[in-house]
């Protein structure tokens, strides 16, 4: 249990090299969630409120892709970034920013899947007024995401922990580099490999830690709510 003491010891002390981390990993998985529900949250709000030839097609689509392996991604983008890829003269290969559109291509279809789903049931309950209105579309789209806000929070934390949790694709691109692409997720498996138990489980004490604030803040706005709504 020795290892299991230094490792809160790591996390106590505020090692630098450990907190370096930690800020990446939140850096980057924040980044890629908040692009991700600029992009996906419309896309689901349009997808929810009209109805259009091949829109089963483009769900059953982002439904199919929420199973798509991090690692054909991180191939892709290897591929696509490399000296020898197409868009290689940008010269993101090895950077946070390619980890970045990496997490955003794997949680966007969760976040426009899941939301689509929730957004549809609200739209059905003010279908006929938005019809007796003439509601135009823009606002229906609006209104449907304004009101399902609360439930949508949760939509959103489940591409964050999706990103959160996410190794292949992210060690692909990013090269796992020390003080420049580690996050915590490869370091743990890096750290791992290597026997340095202390600092992989500081990291997944860590990593524990987040999902638990970011569910107690999930149920505190549900109560919330709750309180104040009409029901």
Known sequence: MNFLIDSLKLIISFDPDLY????????VSFSALFISCIIGLPISGLLSSTNFYGKRTLIIFFNSMMALPPVFVGLIL???FSNTGFLGFLNLLYTP???IIAQVIIILPVIISVSTELLEQIFMEYKEIF???DVSLKNRIKTTVFDARIPLITCILTGLGRALSEVGAIII???NIIHHTRVMTTTIALET???NLEMAMSLGIVLILI?????AIVMTMKMIA??????
């Open 97 to 99: 920013s390619v980890m």
């Open 131 to 133: 019809d007796s209105f």
């Open 211 to 215: 999902s638990i604030g970011v569910n």
């Open 226 to 231: 709750k309180r104040y709504s009409y029901d």
């Open 173 to 175: 691109v990013g090269g």
């Open 20 to 27: 370096e981390i930690i800020w990446l990993s939140l850096r």
């Open 78 to 80: 290897y591929l696509l």
């Open 193 to 195: 490999s290597k026997g």
